[in-house]
């Protein structure tokens, strides 16, 4: 099988350096992918949502089976787009367009909660004609405000707001102004729950499905999770609270119905589905879908996954992923994001990296804002490298990716310190 993976981050050089131990699969190729990728798989200098040359590609390279990393392509259609081309039998492991509005657009996905009985906060949606009537909403609730913008807006589209005076500007910005372009056009506004936020990941063939490990991410620049959200400083799996009786609760109230849920619109689901939930005094709730893998959470999901990654896909292919028995690693483990100083700000790029040898071999090296230049590899984004690492609980994983991160030097490099704290600090 030849696969081609769409991405260039952290999260797509984890499913390469997967595909290629896969006994099912003969050649990766990533496009654009990064200089991690490029040491373990073939890199394309293809844009993802060029998808007239995505076709191109696969039909000179006969690629089987396509896997597209972020939600852009997703949402934007390439899995219609490849159905009605000529390379329609290529493979995607990914939904259409229709099915990725569950990450494409918030008011589908709280208005499918709702159809099916999903818990969730409570929310209602407002368009510009209607901002009078979102602020008088907002009247009527208590602070936080959590105001979203409906559309994909490059992970900057949710604001907490403290105070109703904030909440209002923000729905001026997001309304009229068109703060994040169309993506803003509506805004859904929700209620604020507090708790643990946790992510867990299925696949999907469209009929059946598989879940996979969960995972805790730190999406906060600062230690003590303060500070700007990033793409993601770091994650953790598994999750202490995850026991058989609170996931049982999450496969009962979130998983089952979402599944059955899309299978009644004849919406036969297929890719991954990442479920982002909060643990509210022991229930479950949806904060959000997405359509892919999250991002640092593959550094941790996937190395956990013992099984075959060619193999799920071609049951997937098949219709058979239903028979697949998930094989996990018992093992804890972690991920360190090193990041560009000034990141999520302004941060410079092409800074020369230096990658010292993995202190032990539980230790991973999964690039992303990382590219060849000649003979050296320099940054070229926020998050550069995550450090992955196993141990047989947090503490030990995260020494080892510690340790990880003390060989990786670039100027500016900056990291947390505290990944995992806070699950260490609840089974002590
Ligand atoms: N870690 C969050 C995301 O991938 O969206």
Redo the contacts with the bound molecule.
């Keep these: 099988m030849k696969v081609l993976i769409l991405g260039s981050g952290g999260?797509e050089h984890v499913l390469a350096w997967k595909a290629v131990q896969s006994k099912h699969i003969s050649d990766v190729f990533v496009a654009p992918g990064n200089a991690g990728t490029d040491e373990i798989a073939k890199n394309v200098d293809l844009k993802p949502t060029d998808f007239a040359s995505v076709v191109d590609f696969c039909l000179e390279h006969s690629i089987d089976v396509l896997v597209p990393g972020n939600e852009d392509p997703l949402v934007l259609g390439i899995v219609d787009y490849i159905a009605e081309s000529e390379a329609n039998n290529v493979y995607v492991f990914g939904p259409n367009k229709e099915a990725a509005q569950l990450e494409g657009s918030k008011e589908f996905a709280k208005a499918f909660m709702a159809e099916n009985n999903i818990p969730t906060a409570a929310y209602e949606a407002f368009l510009a004609e209607t901002i009078e009537d979102a602020k008088s909403y907002l009247r009527t609730k208590a602070a936080p405000y959590v105001l979203k913008a409906d559309g994909l807006a490059a992970?900057k589209g949710v604001v907490i707001a403290q105070t109703l005076e904030e909440a209002d500007r923000t729905l001026d910005e997001m309304l009229l102004d068109a703060k994040f372009g169309d993506a803003s056009s509506r805004v859904v506004i929700e209620d604020f729950i507090t708790g643990v936020e946790f992510?867990i990941f299925a696949m999907s063939d469209g009929d059946n499905y598989i879940i996979l490990p969960e995972a805790k991410?730190y999406?906060r620049i600062g230690e003590g999770d303060t500070g700007l959200n990033t793409?993601?400083m770091g994650?953790v799996s598994p999750v202490p609270f995850m026991t058989p009786d609170f996931m049982q609760k999450v496969v009962d109230q979130v998983i089952d119905p979402t599944f059955k849920g899309l299978r009644n619109r004849s919406n036969k689901y297929v890719g991954f589905v990442?479920f982002?939930l909060i643990n509210d005094n022991g229930q479950p709730k949806v904060i959000e879908y997405?359509v892919?893998?999250?991002?640092?959470?593959t550094e941790v999901v996937f190395p956990r996954l013992k099984n075959d990654f060619g193999e799920l896909l071609d049951l997937a292919r098949n219709g058979k992923l239903g028979s697949a028995k998930v094989d996990i690693d018992p093992r804890t483990c972690t991920t360190v994001f090193t990041v560009s100083g000034g990141y999520p700000e302004t941060y410079e790029k092409g800074k020369s990296m230096s990658i010292g040898q993995a202190p032990n071999n539980n230790i991973l090296f999964f690039h992303a804002g990382t590219k060849r230049n000649g003979q050296e590899v320099v940054t070229s984004g926020g998050r550069v490298l995550a450090v992955t690492a196993f141990g047989s609980d947090i503490q030990e994983a995260l020494q080892n990716s510690y340790s990880g991160v003390n060989v990786i030097e670039f100027e500016g490099k900056n990291y947390r310190n505290d990944i995992g704290e806070d699950l260490m600090a609840m089974t002590t």
């Design positions: 999260r992970g992510s991410d999406k793409g993601g994650a990442f982002g997405n892919r893998m999250g991002d640092p959470e």
